[in-house]
């Protein structure tokens, strides 16, 4: 369904000039393919271009050289063909709901924009449901939730178009641990009822090995390890070694 090849992607250093000596190649020739109703997690250390890689895969951004396609067709016009139909879930999710909008007019937000406002009240609480809300939420505002609680109401907007693609960049990351584990359940959920394509980027390996079928290694610009995550204890390479070492004495699932 994604299809990812040959991508390299640099940014001018900060502080650097003009000359080809001062960017900073982020991504080295990146190679990969999801398959359609996957879950499929992109691992790396911090800075390693995980988020840089999926804001290529949203068309947020441009590779300077390789191809990202879904469907065959270039990302934009697939967006273009297919509006709401690719979504994501930031880490902030302080920052990704409007905090003068209430907690309706968040979920509500996407759906308006498609012009999809057919028992729109209706819609939005069924939608706080499916991710463990209440509807009692819909007059409040972003801060008068807790973190976990907001950011199920980002998942809500997220999937709110019925999207074929979930690409959720950390989206677990800012939640505290037992919150972390009560999302990835939800997300899991999500994934088998809804049937959704999903991109999970994490620094967390056990969240997911959980989570997804096959695992990503994104080290120096490179991926390099891609693995079924039933399989994980048998990765070859030596960065995807010492990040198994690091959690398998904990079990990783
Ligand atoms: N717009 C930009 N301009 C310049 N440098 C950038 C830009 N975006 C990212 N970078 C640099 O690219 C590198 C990769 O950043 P990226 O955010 O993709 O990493 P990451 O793996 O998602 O990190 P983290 O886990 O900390 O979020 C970093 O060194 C970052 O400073």
């Not at 890689?53 to 191809?67: A, F, M, V, Y």
């Not at 065959?72 to 930031?90: A, C, D, H, Q, R």
């Not at 729109?120 to 973190?147: F, I, T």
Request: charged letters at 25%.
């Amino acid at each position: 369904m994604i299809e990812v090849k040959g991508v390299h992607k640099s940014y001018s250093k900060i502080g650097g000039g003009f000359f080809k000596k001062d960017k900073l190649h982020v991504l080295r020739g990146i190679d990969f393919e999801i398959e359609e109703g996957q879950c499929v997690g992109l691992i790396g250390e911090s800075g390693s271009g995980k988020s840089t890689l999926s804001r290529l895969i949203l068309g947020l951004e441009k590779p300077n050289e390789g191809t990202i396609t879904i469907e065959g067709k270039p990302v934009k016009s697939w967006i273009k063909e297919n509006p709401g139909k690719m979504t994501v879930v930031f880490q902030d999710y302080t920052s990704s709901a409007n905090p003068k909008f209430t907690i309706k007019q968040v979920v509500a937000e996407p759906l308006i924009a498609l012009r999809k406002t057919e028992n729109l009240d209706k819609v939005v609480v069924e939608l706080l449901e499916k991710v463990g809300l209440s509807a009692n939420l819909v007059d409040r505002y972003p801060h008068e939730l807790s973190g976990g609680q907001l950011q199920r109401v980002c998942i809500a907007r997220a999937i709110a178009t019925n999207p074929k693609i979930l690409v959720l960049d950390e989206a677990i990351s800012a939640l505290d641990v037992s919150i972390q584990a009560q999302v990835l359940d939800l997300l899991k959920d999500l994934k088998n009822e809804l049937d959704m394509t999903y991109l999970f980027i994490a620094h967390d390996l056990q969240a997911v090995a959980n989570l997804c079928d096959e695992v990503l290694f994104l080290y120096q610009g490179n991926i390099v390890e891609k693995i079924s995550s039933d399989r994980l204890a048998f990765a070859q390479n030596e960065y995807a070694q010492r990040l198994l070492n690091s959690v398998i004495p904990f079990s990783i699932k």
